[in-house]
Structures are given as structure tokens and as C-alpha cells.
């Protein structure tokens, strides 16, 4: 009888993750820019549950899992060219690895929570208004988001101005940024406090 346990475990074992595994359905989804390939729920595709990749032009920046349309877990976000940026844990609420000097179990800076490429593409919709383009604007507008110790951004402001065209124009994009976005908050010995994400953006007079 003892012989049989082990082997009945692993034939239920093996039987539940096949339930499991025919619950879900894998999907993928281009548009220009971006590659999603995840699974979800086959009784509602709308529901991700499984895992998650998100590629920019073949380079991997987002990976991880999500149960019953929820982030899970530990979650690894990469730049643009693929290189790893940080890791971040679902269950804690933690940044629990970074890349460069950041000890995170002493500091950790105020991150958007995903690939940190996405904002700055977000703002690639900002247009150079013709009128500052005939007039030969250049400069850097520096833009400032306040995020709470929640991770919540409640405001935001212009830290560096160049001319009311160019601002007008940062600000008007900005208006539009996604309410449903989630950030991190920097932390102090492990410890969430109010917080400033900067971005900063160029007009350089080329169309």
C-alpha cells in the first residue's frame, strides 16, 4: 500500500495541473508597437489568468502572472532594449530587486509600475506646435508627478518651463494620461513615502 501513495499523488498532482492548464487559452495580440502574449480564461478571454509577456519591437519589457485578471506574484519590467530595470512583488507590494546601485533595503526611487518605457511612449503623442516650430522653439520641458505613499499620483506640475507654447502643449498630453495607471512609491528603509516622478522631455526643432 505504501508503494502506491507516491505514485497516486503524482498521477492527482499531474491531473489537477491538466485541469488547470485546460482552463486557460493562450492569446496574442500586435498592434505597430507593441506584442501581448498571455493566456486567459477560455469561459471569458477577457480574464487573464496565466502568464504575461509584453514585447516592444522583439524586446521583452514586461513578464509575469496574473490570477483571475489580476497581477500575482513576483513581476520582472525591462526597458526598451530588454534590459532589466526592476522586480516587483504583488503579494508584498515591494520592490524586491533593482538594477545599478539601488540597495532596496534602504531606498528605492518612485517607479511607474511596468516597463518604465511606457510613460515616455505615452508622451510620444506630443506634437511640436507649428507655431513654436516657425519660430524656431528649442528647450526641455521638465514634467513632475507627485505620488503619494499610497502609489497614487494626485498631481503633477511643470518643474522646468521653456515657453508657454511648448509647456501648454506637455500639459495638454498630460491631461490625457490613463487614470488607471499605478506607480511605486519611493521608499525609506522599507518604509512607502511621498514621492516625485520626473520626465523629462526635449523639443529640439526637428519635425
Given amino acids: 500500500m505504501k508503494k502506491l501513495f507516491y505514485p497516486l499523488l503524482m498521477t492527482l498532482w499531474l491531473g489537477m495541473s491538466v485541469a488547470l492548464l485546460s482552463q486557460n487559452t493562450k492569446i496574442i495580440r500586435n498592434d505597430l508597437t507593441f506584442r501581448m502574449e498571455f493566456e486567459a480564461l477560455k469561459s471569458d478571454t477577457s480574464v487573464r489568468n496565466g502568464y504575461y509577456r509584453l514585447f516592444y519591437k522583439d524586446k521583452i519589457i514586461e513578464r509575469g502572472q496574473y490570477v483571475s485578471g489580476k497581477r500575482a506574484g513576483l513581476w520582472r519590467f525591462y526597458n526598451l532594449k530588454g534590459v532589466f530595470d526592476y522586480e516587483y512583488d504583488f503579494e508584498t507590494r515591494r520592490v524586491t530587486q533593482m538594477s545599478g546601485e539601488w540597495d532596496v ?3 528605492t526611487p518612485c ?4 516597463s518604465p518605457f511606457i510613460p515616455y511612449h505615452f508622451l510620444r503623442s506630443i506634437n511640436y506646435p507649428q507655431e513654436a516650430y516657425d ?8 514634467l513632475t508627478l507627485k505620488i503619494n505613499k499610497e502609489g497614487k499620483m494626485w498631481s503633477y506640475y ?3 518651463k521653456t515657453h508657454p507654447l511648448l509647456d501648454a502643449e506637455v500639459m495638454r498630453v498630460m491631461d490625457t494620461m490613463p487614470k488607471s495607471w499605478e506607480w511605486v512609491p519611493a521608499t525609506r528603509f522599507g518604509q512607502p513615502i511621498d514621492s516625485e516622478y520626473v520626465i523629462t522631455i526635449y523639443f529640439d526643432g526637428d519635425e
Avoid at 111 to 114: H, K, N, S, T
Avoid at 135 to 142: A, E, P, Q, R, T
Wanted: hydrophobic letters at 50%.
Fill in 135 to 142: 519660430m524656431n522653439l528649442k528647450g526641455k520641458v521638465v
Fill in 158 to 160: 511643470l518643474s522646468e
Fill in 111 to 114: 517607479l511607474f509600475l511596468g
Fill in 105 to 107: 533595503n534602504i531606498e
